[in-house]
């Protein structure tokens, strides 16, 4: 089985993202690694696995990585701050490939989502839904979206016990200026396609 793991980085090199990268390596050493460098300040060593991108959202960051993989039959979308403490991929072939799958598994506004820093699609449904929506700006809203669009498609949504752990970084509301308008814009973004009024 082809997995392809997708790790979204901006900066924190040495701390985060190599370390990951050394973890999925030890525990499954045949997934295919896309490390996307976000425009980070001091860019990424220049390795095979690694690709400097102009500052990208979440969303298109993913869609990038997930580009430059290729066909695989699981993608595996990491933020950079997460750490693989275990196996894998036979827990994503004994799913039956029939939903989504993450190890943090919440409700927003009624909504139920998997958290992005670990999102785990079949290629079935990564094709239905078309990638992740790059309308949502910064990093906020758009794996609310991603799960939202994935029940309404007719894929299951569920907590999945893998072996990643979020370090939490929490750099995402230093990225812009703005962070709060970038948020207020994708939940009246997220709430308008998906025929919802916020409730804040």
Not at 13 to 27: F, M, N
Not at 31 to 54: F, L
Not at 79 to 101: H, K, P, Q, T
Not at 139 to 149: P, Q
Request: hydrophobic share 40%; glycine share 8%.
């Amino acid at each position: 089985m082809k997995v392809a793991a997708l790790i979204i980085g901006i900066d924190g090199w040495e701390r985060y993202t190599l370390p990951l990268v050394e973890s999925l390596k030890l525990h499954e050493p045949d997934c295919r690694i896309v490390v996307i460098d976000n425009a980070s300040q001091t860019p990424y060593p220049a390795m095979g696995y690694v690709h400097r991108t102009e500052r990208l959202c979440y969303s298109a960051a993913i869609n990038r990585a997930a580009e430059i993989a290729g066909a695989a039959d699981w993608y595996v979308i990491l933020s950079n701050d997460v750490i693989c403490e275990g196996s894998f991929v036979r827990y994503l072939a004994a799913s039956g490939g029939d939903g989504i799958i993450g190890p943090c598994l919440k409700k927003v506004h009624g909504f139920p989502y998997l958290e992005g820093w670990c999102v785990c699609a079949p290629s079935v449904a990564w094709q239905a839904l078309g990638g992740w929506d790059e309308n949502f700006r910064v990093s906020s809203w758009e794996d609310v979206d991603f799960s939202t669009r994935a029940l309404e498609t007719g894929f299951n949504l569920s907590y999945g016990d893998i072996p990643f752990r979020h370090l939490d970084q929490r750099q995402r509301f230093g990225l812009v200026a703005d962070y709060w308008d970038s948020e207020k814009h994708n939940i009246e973004y997220f709430m308008q396609r998906h025929q919802r009024i916020a409730v804040l």
